[in-house]
């Protein structure tokens, strides 16, 4: 890779130590670049401080374990795989209304999903349930913590967010927009019912993408 201001941002999501120097050095006499490392180091150091201040490391594993536990049959989780897809591509306009109008289906076909699996909840017996009272009040306890600790470090870069100086900037936060428009999917149609350990795998794995975005 050429050390262009081009191809800042490609190194940046590369991480390679050889790159990064050859960037720095760049940057001296590169204003624009200089600014735009300037940011990256600031929020990537915020970032680290408060991911110490996190009550446990382990929020993410406990949630994943309680929830694998109870459901009998798991399905693979299909928003997670678009946001894989997304992440390792350039955040432009064309990739960003291609990905609002994935998650907009993706949304109808979840609230269409969960209609059966209400009418079933209401008809059969509790124990039928994937979710039983006590295992969903422990999920809902761990989930709120996990979620907590994420929105704490979404507090931290957003006023970076609200005014972006780079390109980079602004990819980050149409990706950041599209992973909350996906949450608010899938929260609503837990609201639907509360007992489905699908949408809270699929929930909880978008919650952990936006936390590496972050």
């Not at 946001?83 to 109008?101: D, E």
């Not at 005014?163 to 428009?181: C, F, T």
Request: glycine letters at 4%.
């Amino acid at each position: 890779m050429r050390v262009e201001c081009r191809n800042l941002e490609k190194a940046l999501r590369q991480q390679e130590p050889e790159l990064l120097e050859a960037f720095a050095a760049h940057a001296a006499a590169c204003p624009a670049c200089r600014e735009q490392l300037r940011q990256w180091d600031a929020i990537s150091k915020a970032a680290g401080g408060l991911r110490k201040s996190w009550d446990s490391s382990q929020l993410w594993p406990r949630i994943h374990q309680a929830l694998a536990s109870e459901a009998a049959r798991g399905r693979k989780p299909w928003v997670p795989a678009i946001f894989l897809h997304i992440g390792s591509g350039n955040w432009g306009a064309a990739v960003a209304a291609t990905a609002v109008l994935a998650i907009t289906i993706s949304g109808a076909w979840i609230l269409w999903r969960n209609y059966p699996i209400e009418e079933e909840t209401r008809t059969r017996p509790g124990p039928r349930r994937l979710l039983t009272e006590q295992a969903l009040r422990d999920v809902e306890s761990a989930e709120a913590a996990y979620i907590q600790s994420i929105e704490k470090l979404s507090k931290l870069v957003e006023p970076k967010l609200e005014q972006p100086a780079s390109p980079l900037m602004i990819s980050y936060r149409e990706k950041l927009m599209l992973i909350d428009s996906a949450i608010a999917e899938l929260r609503a149609g837990i609201e639907r019912n509360r007992f489905n350990a699908h949408l809270r795998q699929e929930l909880l794995a978008i919650y952990q993408q936006k936390q590496r975005t972050l």
